[in-house]
């Protein structure tokens, strides 16, 4: 049990519509990072929050974008949703540091299914 | 660019005998080195990782990797299998400079009895 939990666990939505998915993260940890796993695919970085700022973020447009709360939890927004982004959507939590990431915990994610 | 290649999408093996995952990635100053596990309909476990020091390192389940820097390499290795370590893998790294965690494509472990 890493302690950091998503919402909803499935989502079916359709082409061109807006999704909302959520994040709370483990207890102390204020670095949150999401990532997109598409189907036979390892996990692509897609931005990291940090104190509520982004400050790092991956090969994604913008109209993938985040927001994180002042008490760390996190929500990562996709607007004009295209059938390319079913996908599983992972959250991971961390403290920050020098080496960031060396102890992130990743929730069980978020499967999308556009259509 | 960086990049991690896992260069096997699937490994079957059977029940206790050994295995070896492998990884390579594109070299960079300042890497640090992991290893997840996914179980189906799960998220991603950290089984080890490579920080500095020691280059055999030693993780849960009895999962060992050796990173080789001269190879680019952080190949994941356990001497006895188990059914319960069916599940995907991956191999990730992360690049100092450019502060992002990049992951492999992922191997599928399949155990067989």
């Known amino acids: 049990e890493t302690g950091v939990t998503q919402s909803p666990t499935h989502l079916i939505k359709t082409r061109g519509q807006q999704v909302t998915l959520r994040c709370s993260s483990q207890?102390?940890?204020?670095?949150v990072s999401w990532y997109q796993q598409a189907l036979g695919q390892g996990p692509q970085f897609i931005f990291q929050y940090y104190r509520e700022e982004e400050n790092g973020r991956g090969n994604f447009p913008p109209r993938f974008s985040g927001l994180q709360f002042p008490n760390y939890s996190s929500e990562l927004n996709v607007n004009a949703l295209e059938l390319d982004d079913s996908a599983l959507y992972l959250c991971?939590?961390?403290?920050?540091?020098?080496?960031?990431?060396?102890?992130?915990?990743f929730g069980q994610g978020t499967r999308l299914t556009v259509v | 660019a960086q990049s991690v290649t896992q260069l096997d999408s699937q490994v079957p093996v059977f029940e206790e005998a050994p295995v070896e995952l492998r990884c390579n990635y594109s070299s960079s100053v300042s890497v640090y080195l992991f290893w997840y596990v996914q179980y189906p309909n799960q998220g991603l476990q950290l089984l080890l990782k490579y920080l500095s020091g020691s280059t055999l390192v030693k993780g849960i389940n009895g999962f060992e990797a050796e990173f080789n820097k001269s190879q680019t390499s952080f190949h994941l290795r356990k001497p006895s299998v188990h059914i319960s370590d069916t599940a995907e893998y991956f191999c990730?790294?992360?690049?100092?400079?450019?502060?992002?965690?990049?992951f492999g494509q992922g191997t599928r472990l399949t155990i067989n009895p």
């Open positions: 207890s102390g940890h204020n670095t």
């Open positions: 991971a939590s961390s403290l920050p540091g020098m080496i960031m990431n060396t102890e992130a915990f």
């Open positions: 990730a790294v992360f690049y100092e400079g450019a502060q992002k965690l990049v």
